[in-house]
Nanobody, 118 residues
């Protein structure tokens, strides 16, 4: 079993910044791909950013240049630094991870709200 706990969300003004954190715990030998997804009301959940075990990031074009994903393998954590936030970034953000053992078990966090006011 693996549990993901997100923190760092909240309300921020447009142009501001937030840093999301996600801590994975449980039966973890290693963390593989880690990512952040988000879902706005009435919209499909979408990938925001991902990062490989080797530290190679991938970003949704909507956030590229504004968000930075990083990870701390020793602590089984992944972070999302969000700068220059826009109203359209308002969503519930979900942590995602693939971990071993179990051939890359997929886990999702419960989601954390990010509200950007304009």
């Amino acid at each position: 079993q693996v549990q993901l706990v997100e923190s760092g969300g909240g309300l921020v003004q447009a142009g501001g910044s937030l840093r999301l954190s996600c801590a994975a715990s449980g039966n973890i030998l290693s963390t593989l791909l880690m990512a952040w997804h988000r879902q706005a009301p009435g919209k499909q959940r979408e990938l925001v950013a991902s990062i490989t075990s080797g530290g190679v990031p991938n970003y949704n074009d909507a956030v590229k240049g504004r968000f930075t994903i990083s990870r701390d393998n020793a602590r089984n954590m992944v972070f999302l630094q969000m700068n220059n936030l826009k109203a359209e970034d308002t969503a519930v953000y979900y942590c995602y991870t693939r971990t071993t053992p179990n051939w890359g078990r997929i886990s999702w966090g419960q989601g954390i709200q990010v509200n950007v006011s304009s």
